[in-house]
């Protein structure tokens, strides 16, 4: 997988690609993540891309030329599956969302800044907007990196078994069950029996109704 992020900060987005998980999947050659400066391609010597809105009002709008150029560019290089804006006022990110982008080949993220981007912007090149919640944060970097960390860990062979992707919560629109590692007793809490039985069919059931117990507790909303 290919994913070309177009910034006016990609400097706030290396670390992430260049830590632990990522940065291996990275170096295995399983996902190549570009970024790109919307600067480079802005017009004039003060760099300019973004103007003052029409009809008038408070922020900055992110003009359409620099974006244009820049996405055109891109697409003369290769086709892309997507080209998704990271908006507060997108579609929320979720599980499914981050499943369904990660069999996909090339994908473009453009992160928003200021007030947002002209509309004809979306109307040329948008395929999806996604958010990654309900608040507002200072630009789309972080969510680009929460979003492209979401995907790519999904790809095969960027998790070991351990960390494998189908335990996850969410999943299977359950949370997780509770977990334990040694020692089995702590200051006299101990870890539930049932555990140390070794039994795992009974163990599979107890981990699947905890997951239930769970679920109906703190998140009722993603039981199906
Ligand atoms: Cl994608 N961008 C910004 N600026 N704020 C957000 C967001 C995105 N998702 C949640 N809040």
């Not at 998790?159 to 334990?180: G, H, K, V, W």
């Not at 006299?188 to 140390?196: F, Q």
């Amino acid at each position: 997988m290919r994913i070309d992020i177009i910034s006016v900060l990609p400097e706030l987005m290396e670390s992430p690609f260049q830590t632990s998980i990522l940065k291996r999947a990275m170096q295995k050659g399983l996902a190549e993540v570009h970024f790109h400066q919307l600067r480079d391609w802005s017009l004039g010597k003060h760099r300019q891309i973004d103007d003052e809105p029409y009809g008038g009002g408070a922020g900055m709008i992110m003009m359409i030329e620099p974006i244009d150029k820049c996405i055109s560019e891109l697409k003369s290089q290769r086709a892309y599956d997507e080209v998704i804006y990271l908006t507060p006022d997108g579609e929320t990110l979720t599980q499914k969302i981050a499943n369904t982008l990660s069999i996909k080949e090339n994908l473009i993220f453009l992160c928003g800044h200021y007030k947002g981007i002209d509309q004809r912007v979306r109307e040329l090149h948008i395929t999806k907007e996604i958010s990654i919640g309900d608040y507002v944060l200072t630009g789309g970097e972080l969510a680009a990196c929460v979003l492209a960390d979401s995907v790519i860990r999904l790809l095969p062979g960027v998790l070991n078994d351990e960390q494998s992707a189908l335990t996850d919560s969410f999943q299977d629109n359950l949370l997780a069950p509770p977990i334990y590692t040694r020692p089995a007793d702590y200051k006299g809490l101990k870890v539930p029996d049932i555990l140390l039985s070794g039994n795992l069919k009974k163990i599979e059931e107890w981990q699947h109704e905890q997951a239930l117990k769970i679920t109906l507790e703190k998140r009722p909303d993603i039981l199906e």
